[in-house]
């Protein structure tokens, strides 16, 4: 369960990052300069990359603490994961 | 300019990524488990990589090849901020 | 406290790397060309990443269970640091 | 080539990288704290990243910048390999 100030914050962060992706592809449809598009998909990335990191607190405060709680040594293979995924 | 093979390459790709951060805020929606949320974010971060890859070809093939041919110093700070972008 | 098996592996993963890095010191003084130079640097930085992992990995394992277990709400500041560190 | 600087900074930040791998195993075989020891592998990570930011520059400017006035059609493939490995 996502507490519900956090899934506001990722749905907002996923609406923001929504309506970059069509900005970008009517830059392309307008011909804009290359590294005018590259910087745009950087920033997108950085929306992403910021809902990313809201979600992964939530898993970490009651996913992984559950878990570790109450002894399940499978969880390590799952954070390991996570944490690659992030890199 | 993007040649129109590439062109429509790129808007296929963001199309495809604005659809799947339109299905990620329907899994947060639906409250499902925050590593699957996380894992699709990945993939949608991919597909930016994979259109930022085609406009990054197109870019060297045709402004950076222009400009060095015509020796523009100026190019190879350009250039280096694009091989420096990272999300 | 790092088990004696993962301290030994990550021992191990260092003198490569360590290696790796006066093996590319030589590239240089030779004149080899940038881009095989570049894939060893981009090697050692893997062999980095791995040492990384195992000590991530005995982190969660040890201290935030432990932190966890405890009940230090402080631990999750810090394994989020943790997660976001890149190059 | 290299040229006589650009060497010569490649080098000092290569025997910076191979001293901080060194501090690093002297850590771990201190039993530093974990989060203290993955600080300072992304702080090596770091140097070599401008090691490689260097030799990337040469490079632009020479192969990359000869290749391209010599009309050498592979060296887009070459230039695009260079640029995945850094992100």
Redesign the interface.
């Known amino acids: ?2 507490d519900p100030e956090r ?1 506001k914050d ?2 907002l962060r ?2 923001k ?2 309506g970059q ?2 900005g ?2 009517r830059m ?2 307008e ?1 804009r ?3 005018d ?3 745009q ?2 920033a ?3 929306a ?2 910021g ?3 809201v ?11 559950d878990s ?2 109450s002894g399940d040594p499978l969880i ?1 293979d ?10």
């Open positions: 369960m996502m899934r990722v749905l996923l609406a990052a929504a992706v069509h970008i592809a392309v449809n011909d300069y290359c590294v598009v590259l910087t998909i950087s997108v990335q950085k992403l990359d809902a990313a990191r979600i992964t607190r939530n898993y970490l405060e009651r996913c992984v603490t570790i709680t390590y799952e954070l390991m994961k996570v944490i690659d995924r992030r890199r």
